[in-house]
Each structure stands twice: as structure tokens, then as C-alpha cells.
């Protein structure tokens, strides 16, 4: 297969933890075919992590330079400049890099640092990738903005339901005609505490073992009352139907909504509980717990599966599950993106790497 | 957003039954999307119909002329040449026609004229669509590495699993790393006879009923035996895996070796039969009917729904469900498939159109 040239990403990693480090052991398998099938080299310009603080690649990140990746994920990569939120700030209007990909924590208050740091990168003509949820929910619609007004790529599979390929989907499978509606299920905790109590166990005892098994947060309430729920439903909305829905615009109803003898009674009839997610073209986004059917989309799912149902204008309704997501399908999620950017910057969308 | 200048795409439709005319209605509902979203104008150069014979646009079909759709649909065109077979084959070699969209129907003993058709379409430099499993599943091999020598696209979507989106989901969900297995319940006719069979009826009842409705064949063998079922493993297997498997190759079990009771016991059981394809990297790919758990994917889906999961090396397993798929859904795999090609020319993968 005739290639196009090779061209040369130059990557800032901003957030480094377990999503960061499984991304940088996928580059480092990856390398190989993104070269060879895609077309594409990588360096890493700029890395910031919390506790090494902030680098940035001395020698510019040429293609095989750049910040040791191998080295970073042996934690010998040390301070070089001021550690924290400030540091990587100041760093990426200065750092080598094309594309900043965006893993710092999510903030459910105001979506910061993480939106600073997408703008900083576009100010310096850097394409964003985030797998933070936080730039979206607060300030998606003006940062599409932005990026378009640059020529820049704004991508975001990973804070879609884990890494179910909602983005890759609308993009590649319905390239034409309108998305009218969405149904998701995008919040596994409360399906594993639901599915706990139809079980027969008490709430508290449902969560507690939820926080044992490390599905849910020391603070689980970020989970159980539906904001979770709520911040996907409001990316999916601008994603899958175009609108500009924000966080606060989503109606939410928490699990506090579902009686204790509920999902008993859901399970006797054929069903169970799930915190349901929905939008349409028009009217409000919601999210609030449902009795579906157990044989169906929402309620058939195992574990910490998430689903996502589709009615679109021209193709009819389309399903999609992801079983058990783990975290190094969240890093695979970065890589599509960036694999996307690439594909986009051949087609003449958005403006080539400078590296 | 920046586009590429407009491309022009003259296209020869061969077969103009149901779903040729549905993806006829569905470019002229798309004319102005395919031009402003994706930098494309469209024109007929070439219709090859049964009862019209094959017409070649008189123009050359440049933007704005060629073969008029809309009389098409009304039934107003009128044979210029030979109809039938040698018809649209001799047009071929001298008709403005940048892709072919093979759309004529299925052979089942050798997949003619379908792989002859989209053989001519490549010896004179145009692209191929094909709705028509034929070429794959007795010449997938074969026809790859020819449009791979000639720079030529070759795409299928329609083939796999009426209008499941496997190739894209193959190309933007799966761009790194691969995939290791799949399952699928690729044939709804099956689907209905057995579910007919579980609610009690007799096999013969359930077959005449399917018939009734117009889910089966007059002559259901093709479903019911699982040849259908194993064509569409055939080209799984290719696309998916990258195997060099053929219809002959498929290992295949139908309806047959169900036992009258079986559906219903595997009802009172929480399971289904359904008649599964399998395929992995290695060993034998396999169509049989097999129990499946009616709270999961493969025995989860209502009436004719269709269902496929992949297993990859990187992202974990993609289920995928389409629900209910009609005809227009087909034609909208074309147009996926034509959108593909445009952005294939765009990367610089295949040749770009001489319109």
C-alpha cells in the first residue's frame, strides 16, 4: 500500500498517572505500525507528571529524540522545572510539541487546570487530545470553536464512555445525515451496586463493596448521584447530537430516587435498574434510574459493561457495548485519537505537525 | 472548517433492483451533505439495470450531468445497448466511471458476474463498491491485491452484516493492533425460524411463516442450511482477521441438526439458539447453531436483529448490535463505502478520481 511521507508528531503528556503511563507503553508497543500503517513518528516534547513536575525535551523532540518515554516510566525522569498545576502551564507555550494530550485530574466544579492547558496548547498551535471529561462539560463548545477558528483537532474518544468508540462511530459510520437521538448506560458503579441490591444485599453493604473492589471512589457520591452520568450525557449531546449542553444543563436524579426494594422487584419482572442517560434533538438531556428489560441493550450488559444506542436519520438505530473496560482501553482511546488527527491532517482539515 | 477542493466522482450502478434504487434515492437526499461535509459532487456514468439494459452517460457525466437519477427512478430510462449480462460487462471498459458500485445479484456457485464486473472496473482504473458477496467470499484475495497494485479502492461494508459498520469500525476503531477473534449472528432468517420454533410452532409452520412475511426466501434453503451465514463468516474472516478464507473453507452446520425441542428447551433454559459464526486467528471458522444465553449479545437481540463481537489485542471486546436493518440501510452502507473512498484519495492511499 502507497504511504504518504513520514511525519512527526511531537507529543506533551500532561497527567501522567495510570491512564498517562498505560498510554506511553502503548506508544512504545505501537511504534512499528503507527510508522509503518499510519504513517507516523512520535516523540514526547513535553511530559508533566505530578510528583516529577514539569520537562520539556531539550533537544527539541526530532524524530528518535525527545524525552526518554522508557526512562519515564521507570520514574527516572526528574524536575526541571516548578512541579504542579503552574509549571505544566508555563511550560507548553514554550515546549517542542504538536499535539497535547491532556490527563491531568478532572475537576467537577469548574473543569480546570485541564481547559487552561488545552488553551495554552491551541495559543501555540498545538492540536488537544483529552481523556479528561472536565474541558467538555464546561467549555465544549467554545473550545470546538477555537479549534476550528486554528485549523486545529480538538479529539476526546476517551471521556465517551470509556473507550467505546463513540467518536470513531459517528465519524465513520454515519458520515452523512443527522444522529437523533442517544441511550446510554455510562456509568458502571451504580449498575454494579444496582445489580448488588436486586441481589438482596443492602445499599450500604452494595457500595461498600463497590469501594473494596476499587469500582467506586473513597467518595462515591460523584458516582451515585449521577454526576458522572451527567457529564457524559452533556459530552455525548454536543458529540452525537451537535447541541451545546453543558453539565449544568443536564436534568439529574441520583440512586437516592431508587427505592431499597426496587431492583428486587425489577429482576422478579424480566429487568433492572440502570442510571439511563438521554437525549434527543430537542428538549431536556436527563439522566435518572430506569427499569429496563434485562434481554435488551441497557439492561444486558455484565459487569461494568457500558452501552450506547444510536437512532439516526439514514442508517436506523445502532448498538454498542463494551465489555469490562479496562484501563488500557482508555490509553488505546488516546491512540485512536491521535491516529485520527494524523488521518485528518492528510485530508486537509486541520494543519500538519510542525516537528 | 477548511475543505479540499471539490472532487468529482462519476459512478456506474450495476443493479438497479431494491437496493440500488434506495441508494439512488439516498444520493440525491445527500447531494448537498457529500458536497459541503465531504468536498464531493457526485453523477451517473453508468446504469446497468435488468429490465432497462445498461445505459453510459452521452456527457461523460461531469458535475452536474450524466445519467439522470430521478428519471431512473421513475423508470424512464431506455436501453442503449445489449441488456443482461454481457451488457453491463461490455460497457464497462469505455464508460466515465471513476468507482463501480456492484450492486447486481448473488451468485452463490461462483460469484458471477459480479467478480467480473468489478475486474473490468479495475482493468480500466475505477474503484470498487460491492453490495454483492460473491467477489469476497470466491475472490477476496485476489481482488485486494489487485486494487492494492492498481491504487484502487475496494470496499464492502453492505457485505458484512447487511449495514453493521465492521469495515469502519475495523479501519477507526481497531487503527493499532489486532484482532483476534470474532463471533456473530450474521443471518436474521435463522434467527426468526428458531425463535418461531421455541414460542412452539413446528419447523415447517415457522419456514412458511418466515416466507410469509418476506424474511425468507421462496426457496430458504440458502438461509436455513447456513450458506448465507457462512458466506458472510467467509468475509469476516477476511476483513477482520486478515485471513485468505473462502465459502469453501467455512465449516458449516444448519437449521437441520436442531432438534424440533431444542428452541424451546432452550428458552425455558434463559438461553436462545441461534445460528453463530466463529472465526480466530487460527484453526477453522465455524457456522453452527449453538445455546446462547438470551441475556447476552448473541441471543439478546429482537426479531432480525444482527450481532457481532470482536476480540482485539488492544481494546478489549467491541460488541455490536444493529436492530431491525432495512433495506435503506444497505444503500447507506454505499454511501458509507463511497465517503471512504474519498477519504482514502485524501490520504493519499488510492488513486484519485479522473472526473
Known sequence: MAQVDLRHWRLGLVG??????????LLLEAEAELRERHGMTVAIGLLATGPGGTVTAADGAPPGGGIDLRAALRGEIVDERPSGRAGALAAIPDAPIDALVEMSWFDPVAGQPATSHV??????????????????????????????????????????????PVLALRESAVPVGTINAFEATPNSTTSFVLDMMAAGHGRGDAVAEAKRLGIAEA?????????????????????????????????????????????????????????????????????????????????GGQGTSQALAIETGLAGRLEICLVEPRIEQTAYAVLMDLVALNRDVSSGRIRPPQG
Chains 1, 2 share one sequence.
Open 219 to 299: 467518595d462515591p457520591s460523584f458516582d451515585l448521584d449521577g454526576w458522572d452520568a451527567a457529564v457524559k450525557a452533556a459530552i455525548l449531546a454536543q458529540c452525537l447530537l451537535g447541541r451545546d449542553v453543558r453539565l449544568a444543563d443536564v436534568e439529574r436524579t441520583g440512586l437516592d430516587a431508587v427505592p431499597d426494594g426496587e431492583p428486587a422487584a425489577a429482576a422478579a419482572a424480566g429487568c433492572r435498574v440502570r442510571l439511563v442517560a438521554r437525549g434527543s434533538a430537542a428538549g431536556p438531556v436527563r439522566v435518572a434510574p430506569e427499569r429496563v428489560p434485562a434481554a435488551g441493550l441497557l439492561g
Open 119 to 164: 488553551r495554552a496548547g491551541f495559543a501555540r498551535g498545538a492540536h488537544a487530545i483529552t481523556t479528561n471529561k472536565g474541558p467538555l462539560a464546561f467549555h465544549g463548545p467554545e473550545l470546538r470553536a477555537e479549534a476550528t477558528e486554528r485549523r486545529l483537532g480538538l479529539r476526546y474518544e476517551a471521556t465517551l464512555m470509556a473507550c467505546l
Open 16 to 25: 501522567f498517572g495510570n491512564v498517562g503511563q498505560a498510554f506511553g507503553r
